[in-house]
């Protein structure tokens, strides 16, 4: 809009604080239209998060040749896990002067996901578990933090972030959302927990303080069966349900998930396989669980104390969809293989939410590689990265698993070595090595 009062164009600031546009054009709330900035009384403060004028900074976009990047709007990375905070770094490293405005839904804390499955046995609270909190890691990185921000929609042609604290420009964005615990329809997710992040872990570490509990664990995969050996190292009580009946069978072939199933009933936990909850109560004392076998299609019931979720990961569709990029339910947001750029321009996606090649990417390991393919093609023009399978490693202290390849459990798995304290597998594929896997149990059992 053309100014009006004698001066320069109009202008738009943004709150430095909360990420609110004050444009002078269209006023703010009491204030006309027409109002420049400097002529606010200095007792104003921003009408979101009550930040004084000062906080505020020019929002300006201007066209830009490749690789100058003078443009305020800079890089947006929504999602401050692992993933975002590798972003954030990977463009640091590259460039120390970038604008780089960082929005998540929580404080941003820097902390290492994977731990929090055997974080409770070690007596580890979640201060020990922050490396840096987000306010200090943001100065450290001279990024914008939007913290308990959350991003309603993506509109991708006019490039903006609309959240609840304004509307927030950008010349490239990363999507590092993460993917959600999914709840079955038979579970309300007001009755069981879950510990896919800081702040629910740290809701159930206080409560498992006041006493010793019994807890289900529902989904014996590998958050699941780590958990349920670190509750038990920690005095409660552990019933692990599964539809499977044995821990890791989407993974591991019947003769090594049978060898971790001894070793962690060996330790006290109480497997419950071929179990399908169909309906859980709560009750005076905990909850009620109602579990059918999936054989005699028998009923059972279990009384516990509190539930666990631990039945996989989903990826939340709305934000993709607002942005018009593709994306599966099942899978996530495709991705391109070496740029892990999506099919909208300028708008990029790393970790748990995508997939590659129709292959979802939920381990933590290529973060950092994946992180450096999108500052390089965001600011060098080059996107180099290559997607390699992941070492995958379960945390339990009875028995040591790790697998690299691309394992599953049907496939032509071959014996290597098999004695009481190694199991040692290959899998054939074309006759071709495409996996293995090492189990390793300790001669004496760990107390």
Not at 99 to 112: F, Q, V, W
Not at 175 to 185: E, F, M, Q, T, V
Not at 212 to 219: P, S
């Amino acid at each position: 809009m053309t100014a009006t009062d004698g001066h320069t164009a109009w202008q738009k600031f943004i709150c430095q604080a909360c990420g609110h546009i004050y444009d002078e054009a269209m006023g703010d709330g009491t204030l006309p239209v027409g109002t420049r900035l400097d002529d606010i009384d200095e007792g104003w403060g921003c009408p979101v998060c009550g930040a004084s004028k000062d906080g505020f900074e020019l929002c300006e976009q201007t066209t830009h040749a490749k690789g100058d990047h003078t443009n305020k709007a800079g890089i947006v990375v929504i999602g401050a896990g692992l993933a975002g905070w590798s972003v954030v770094d990977a463009l640091r490293a590259i460039d120390k002067d970038i604008a780089i405005t960082l929005i998540t839904a929580d404080d941003a804390d820097r902390y290492h996901k994977p731990m929090l499955s055997v974080a409770i046995s070690g007596q580890k609270t979640p201060d020990d578990l922050i490396r840096s909190t987000g306010r200090d890691a943001a100065h450290a990185a001279n990024i914008r933090l939007l913290a308990d921000t959350w991003v309603r929609d993506i509109d991708a042609v006019a490039k903006q972030v609309h959240t609840t604290h304004g509307d927030i420009p950008y010349d490239d964005l990363v999507l590092a959302i993460g993917a959600n615990p999914i709840y079955p329809p038979s579970i309300d997710r007001a009755m069981a927990w879950h510990i896919n992040h800081l702040q629910p872990f740290a809701k159930l570490q206080a409560r498992l303080n006041d006493s010793k509990k019994h807890l289900a664990i529902i989904g014996a995969g590998m958050v699941g069966t780590e958990f349920a050996e670190d509750l038990i190292r920690a005095g409660h009580k552990v019933s692990l349900i599964d539809a499977n009946t044995r821990p890791l069978s989407a993974l591991l072939p019947k003769v090594a998930s049978d060898r971790i199933l001894a070793a962690i009933t060996a330790l006290g936990v109480d497997f419950i396989g071929n179990a399908l909850v169909q309906s859980v109560e709560r009750t005076a004392d905990g909850y009620s669980i109602q579990m059918q076998d999936g054989t005699s299609k028998q009923m059972h019931t279990l009384m516990v104390d509190d539930i666990v979720m631990a039945t996989g990961l989903m990826v939340d569709e709305h934000l993709p969809a607002s942005a018009g990029i593709d994306f599966d339910r099942r899978t996530g947001i495709a991705v391109h293989p070496t740029t892990l750029q999506t099919s909208a321009p300028h708008i990029y996606a790393i970790g748990d939410c995508i997939s590659i090649e129709g292959v979802p990417c939920r381990y933590v390991a290529p973060h950092r590689a994946q992180a450096a393919a999108i500052a390089g093609h965001i600011l060098q023009g080059v996107g180099d990265y290559e997607h390699k399978a992941p070492m995958i490693r379960l945390k339990n202290k009875c028995i040591t698993v790790t697998a690299n390849g691309l394992p599953h459990a049907e496939g032509d798995w071959r014996i290597d070595k098999d004695d009481p304290e190694e199991l040692s597998l290959s899998m054939y594929q074309d006759g071709q090595v495409i996996a293995k896997a090492l189990l390793k149990t300790p001669s004496k059992q760990a107390t």
